[in-house]
């Protein structure tokens, strides 16, 4: 029996892509609702226990269920639709969830850099956030997708990554490093990958580039006025 379906999200979640993007790969259909995270409705808190996206409701069989943390969603999606993203092989499927993992902390350290309450935290979290960067791109050995020709549960969590990098790029504090030549070939297949693409909303950069301006930390003050 099919269930239906619903993803609770933010408009800048990049947690939320990941799982909009592996729906959109396996081509199964989903409802998408925006809360505001500043404001949260009485029944979002009532299902998700962390006050956190995204939250996936499934509804089959007459009652509903509600998944919370974009990690267990991806493996509830990869485990119940058709079109695996994971590889067959249990080391290879480690290693993934591995890169998954480095992926959500590669997310904390960009967090970090855009709250940094002065110059001199800024410059810490930026060049921690470069070695990440890195050693992520010692670690690519494949093309034009992480495990080569096949798309997979790794590259929907380094899309919305990446696409961080088409705003911060315009701010010298906070731009991709120079080098990193697999890394950016990556990116920019990601880039052009239609589940990426549609995973937010044709105004992202302008509301990722309001939120950053609006942070108040060091990195709002390097950027030009709006």
Known sequence: MSAALTLVSH???PYVQRAAIAL????????????DLADKPGWFTDLSPLGKVPVLKVAQGGRESAIFESAVILEYIEETQPHPL????????ARHRSWIEYGSQILNRIGA?????DDA?????KARLDQMLERLEEALDAAPWFAGAEFSLVDTVYGPIFRYFDVLDRIPAAAMPSGLPKARAWRK???ERPSVVAAVSPDYPA???????RRGGALS??????
């Open 121 to 125: 935290a800024l410059t810490v979290e």
């Open 189 to 191: 297949a990601l880039s």
């Open 86 to 93: 994971h590889p067959s092989d249990p080391l290879d499927r």
């Open 113 to 117: 850099v855009y709250s940094a309450p």
């Open 11 to 13: 408009t800048l979640c």
């Open 221 to 226: 003050r390097t950027m030009a006025p709006g």
């Open 24 to 35: 959109t790969e396996k081509s199964i259909p989903f409802e998408r609702i925006y809360i």
């Open 207 to 213: 509301l990722l580039t309001d939120f950053l301006r």
